[in-house]
């Protein structure tokens, strides 16, 4: 019991000694109690005295504003043991103070808020008494108060600045001098992007001399540098130099921009189009001489004005509706031949009108009066003061009506058409003329017209085109279809271009054409024309055409006959082929070819076996007939361009041109051995024969054509001497090539199931970026015991033993796999090209399923690009065309190689959705200096992206074929300046060092 009592005497004795604290300090202090009054010092209540009534004086809290007296009360409510309370009073003001405390935030208030603003801070005393002293804060909540209004004067009116700059049609931008004295973008408007053809990334933070072009960007830079020096705007003309609005004329300005330290840092240029100001300025120019005169008349009406400048050289009449009264230019009067000074009305015009023309004028008129948005315009004659007739042309338009609508004034010209009006009709004069004289002659008189924009009409023709080609003058200058339609086809096309030849060239326009005369049957015509091209650009066409039909019937006669005596002379009676005499001059000929091309040429001589039994058996008409079938299928195993000739009796030979492979020609042989080998039917008998086939080549076996007769029938006889039925190469060495080639065969067989065969990977990059964004798939044969051997050493076995089609489907899923791989590791697709065969298209080839095995991995079927070769296109059959559609329908890219260099179709690339053609290396190597292959280049590229194509350039191997290529918009490059052909890891390892900047890899062999 002492100790409490105790305790509480401490509390009490340390009540009074802070009690004792408050009253003394100078700071306004309150010492407040949960059950007892409330003590304030002198300072306290001082301050409570600028803000309540005089009673605060007395002390009594009840007076005290009601946010302090709230404040209070909260805290000593708050059982916290820590001095933890500081809350903030605001705007208290005497005889007025808030309802509720609120804290001040600057940016909530449109003004400042007046009255006292005051912490206060809360220190625990005992359980029941807090100790509160305040603080005056009203002057930095009035400086808080005063910032936050700046801040928002500064934010709207960066805003403000912001809307104008964005949207200001002029050009503008904002630059800042580096600290090594150049000039860099801070910013540009929307219009300066539009002009310079950049967006703001490709501009913002980049050099003023990297942005605008020379010469503007020396002069530019100067008067940054003048404007820096002299701290004054500086203005000036010039002829803009950028892409948009390349020779318009704008008006510059550049201003500066004051820092706060005084200094100038920062530099705002504008550029204001002035390019229609400049040109109407010059027009006035022009113009001032000839309008000196009336410029005070022009003043009167900005109609008049804008009338009077479109219509220079032309006389202006303006008619006041509603007056009555008519102004009548300098020009006017004088193409009447009056004084400039005599004064005329209303009257004066119509007292100058033919009276053969008067009722009409009146008459058009008064329907132009009816029709207010109507141009009126009408030729007439009017009387000259000189007494003679003039014919004008007058044009009018209503340009102010009253508010019923009724015309009150209207403006227009009158030119003098006096010499135009004579000249047609002295032209009609001629037109009747040569009518007259067209009637007279046996064809047809006519006239072409041509456009620039390349549309025909008929201006004239004479009556004689009713008997040429049923139809009348008239039909056909209204429509030309009409005749054409008669004209067959093919002569339509080519009738077509050499009309556009003889335009571009204007030279002579002449052909022969056939018609249809409809139960008469076709006829034929001829036509002449020399073309004459006018002012305007179109071209004039005048001619004669006629009836040819009857020489026609004359050439087919003569050509007929000799024919005949052509065929009697160089073809067989009896098989149709070609005799001695024709096969000696082919044989010449092919190997002239053969030299000049500088490839081979085979000559067969084919001899039948045991033909002399049938001749004899069953008589010289069934040997006769046996021989007409040999020779039919002995040319069914022939390609167009190939020969195939008897040179008497029983012995028949083959030129085989253009081939240097000897697999072709030993296919070829067999084919004829196999199908002689077949029954014949001889009526009621069928004859079995054979043949002895004996091959020579040119120019290994001989340079002279008997040589190769002399040494094909030394084969023949070997042939015949090793067991007929075969064919026999006169040189030995071709048989030790068509023995590697069958040892080269087998060992291919076993290559797949041996892991020989491998890929090789070339990048394709993106032009652009520079980025690895494809690769071409390239097999390659590790044969045992031999260097690695490349596709053009194996392909063609694999593609004549049916290999290819397992090989092929090797290559994809290899392929597939390892873009699978290097997609995953990139984190994006890596499309892999493949070159496919013509033999995997056919019907008879087996391919698996791609694109199912492409969606069992997950794969984009984009994964995969099939390249084909222009020999694909050749033989473009149903088959093959729906075997390439189905993978592009699943997704497949297909492009073209080599493009360029064979025969394949424009329209196969309409057909066909194609997405890429790559351009073959030959064009690339020579295009720097050959200007042929530069511009194939160049036609290739520009074909390919009006198609909507992207183009691949193979065989890239210098820097400077690259940049070429770049300027001319090729979109993908390949070739040994990036890389050779590598294996995988190598490959591999090549793609994490993009992107590509440089070459890399040796020159080897693709």
């Known amino acids: 019991m002492g100790r409490a009592v105790t305790g509480v005497d401490a509390a009490a004795a340390r009540l009074e000694v802070a009690s004792a604290w408050v009253m003394q300090s100078s700071l306004p202090m309150l010492l407040a109690h949960r059950k007892r009054a409330w003590r304030a010092n002198e300072a306290l209540l001082a301050l409570m005295r600028t803000v309540a009534a005089p009673a605060t004086a007395t002390g009594s809290v009840a007076h005290w504003p009601a946010p302090l007296r709230e404040a209070v009360s909260r805290a000593l409510a708050d059982d916290t043991a820590e001095p933890v309370y500081e809350c903030a009073l605001g705007g208290v003001q005497p005889d007025a103070m808030p309802e509720q405390p609120t804290r001040y935030h600057p940016h909530a208030l449109a003004a400042p808020p007046q009255g006292l603003w ?90 003023v001399q990297e942005v605008i072009p020379e010469p ?293 326009f002449r052909a022969e054409y056939r018609v249809s005369m409809g139960a008469h049957g076709w006829h034929w015509r001829e036509l002449a024309a020399k073309p004459a091209r006018r002012v305007d650009g179109s071209v004039l066409w005048h001619g004669f055409t006629n009836d040819i039909s009857e020489r026609k019937r004359t050439e087919d006669t003569i050509r007929q006959f000799n024919q005949k005596l052509e065929r009697r002379a160089h073809y067989d009676a009896l098989t149709g082929l070609p005799n001695r005499v024709l096969f000696r001059d082919r044989l010449e000929q092919a190997m002239r070819q053969a030299a000049v091309g500088q490839h081979g040429m085979a000559l067969l001589f084919i001899d039948l076996d045991r033909f002399k039994e049938v001749n004899d058996l069953h008589g010289h008409d069934a040997g006769d007939q046996l021989l007409a079938l040999v020779a039919e299928r002995i040319g069914n195993q022939l390609r167009p361009g190939d020969t195939v000739a008897r040179l008497g009796g029983d012995e028949f030979t083959v030129i085989l041109t253009e081939t240097t492979e000897v697999e072709h020609i030993e296919q070829t042989a067999q084919g004829i051995i196999d199908a002689l080998r077949q029954p014949f039917q001889l009526g009621v008998e069928q004859v079995s024969i054979s043949g002895s086939v004996g091959i020579t080549l040119y120019p290994g076996d001989g340079k002279l054509p008997e040589d190769l007769m002399r040494n094909a029938d030394h084969a023949m006889y070997r042939a015949k001497a090793a067991g007929r039925n075969q064919l026999t190469f006169f040189e030995p060495a071709m048989q030790r090539a068509a023995m590697r080639r069958l040892k080269l065969t087998a060992e291919l067989r076993q290559a797949l199931a041996q892991r020989q065969l491998e890929l090789h990977f070339q990048p394709i990059l993106d032009n652009q970026t520079g980025q690895i964004t494809k690769a071409e798939a390239l097999l390659r044969w590790r044969r045992p015991g031999h260097d690695l051997m490349l596709p053009s050493e194996f392909i063609a076995i694999a593609e004549e033993t049916g290999m290819i089609h ?115 290396q030959s064009f690339v190597a020579e295009m720097l200096h050959d200007r042929t292959s530069m511009t194939i280049t160049e036609t290739i590229i520009v074909m390919a992206h009006k198609l909507g194509l992207k183009v691949i350039a193979e ?45 890399a890899g040796a020159r080897a062999s693709h």
């Open 216 to 508: 503007t960007c020396s002069f530019a830079l100067a008067k940054c540098r003048e404007v820096m020096a002299t701290g004054a705007t500086v203005q000036w003309e010039q002829v803009r130099s950028f892409p948009a609005g390349q020779g318009r004329i704008g008006s510059v300005s550049i201003t500066p921009v004051m820092a706060a330290s005084g200094h100038i840092s920062e530099l705002i240029a504008t550029v204001h189009d002035i390019t229609q100001l400049k040109q109407a300025e010059q027009q006035l120019r022009e113009l001032n001489a000839d309008l000196a005169q009336t410029a005070a008349e022009l003043q009167v009406s900005e109609e008049r004005l804008a009338f009077a400048l479109d219509s220079a050289g032309e006389g202006v009449w303006d008619w006041n509706i509603a007056a009555n009264t008519v102004f009548y230019s300098r020009r006017f009067k004088q193409i009447l031949g009056l004084d400039p000074r005599e004064e005329a009305g209303y009257e004066f015009w119509w007292s100058h009108i033919h009276p053969d023309d008067i009722g009409r004028v009146q008459s058009h008129l008064q329907t132009c009066l009816a029709q207010p948005d109507t141009m009126c315009i009408d030729e007439h004659r009017v009387r000259h003061a000189s007494g003679r007739w003039i014919w004008i042309e007058a044009r009018g338009s209503i340009v102010a009506s009253d508010e019923a609508g009724a015309a009150t004034r209207m403006v227009g010209t009158i030119v003098d058409i006096t010499a135009t009006t004579e000249l047609r009709q002295e032209l009609e004069r001629s037109y009747e003329l040569l009518a007259q004289l067209a009637q007279q002659v046996p064809g047809a008189l006519f006239q072409l017209h041509m456009t620039p924009a390349g549309l025909v009409t008929v201006p004239f023709v004479s009556t004689m085109s009713t008997e040429l080609f049923q139809l009348t003058p008239g039909q056909i200058q209204d429509n030309l279809r009409l005749l054409l339609a008669r004209i067959q086809r093919r002569d339509r096309r080519r009738l077509r271009q050499a009309l556009r030849e003889s335009a571009r060239r204007l030279t002579p």
């Open 955 to 999: 065989g890239v191997e210098t820097s400077a074929q690259r940049a070429c290529l770049s300027t001319h918009g090729c979109d993908f490059v390949q070739g040994y300046l990036f890389a050779q052909p590598l294996p995988a890891t190598e490959f591999e390892k090549l793609l994490l060092r993009q992107p590509f900047s440089g070459a």
């Open 118 to 207: 005051c912490n206060l801070y809360f220190t625990r005393v005992d359980p029941d008494t807090l100790l509160c002293t305040l603080v005056d804060v009203s002057a930095c909540v009035a400086s808080e108060q005063q910032l936050a209004l700046a801040e928002q004067a500064v934010y709207a009116r960066d805003m403000a600045y912001a809307v104008v700059y964005g949207n200001m049609e002029e050009v503008a931008c904002h630059v800042r001098r580096d600290s090594d004295d150049q000039f860099r973008f801070v910013s540009v408007n929307h219009a300066f992007c539009a002009a310079a053809d950049l967006s703001q990334e490709e501009v913002v933070g980049k050099l």
């Open 806 to 920: 397992e090989i092929g489907n090797w290559v994809f899923f290899e392929a597939a796999d390892w873009s699978a791989h290097w997609s995953r590791m990139l984190g994006r697709t890596l499309q892999i090209s493949i070159n496919k065969s013509p033999i995997q298209f056919l019907p008879h080839g087996y391919t698996s399923d791609w694109i199912g095995y492409l969606d069992r991995q997950g794969m984009p079927h984009s994964s995969i690009a099939v390249e084909i070769t222009e020999g694909v296109l050749l033989h473009l059959s149903e088959p093959v065309f729906r075997r390439l559609h189905e993978l592009q329908q699943g997704g497949v890219e297909v492009s073209i190689d080599d493009f360029g260099t064979g025969y394949s179709s424009m329209s196969y690339l309409k057909r066909l959705d194609i997405d890429y053609l790559k351009i073959d």
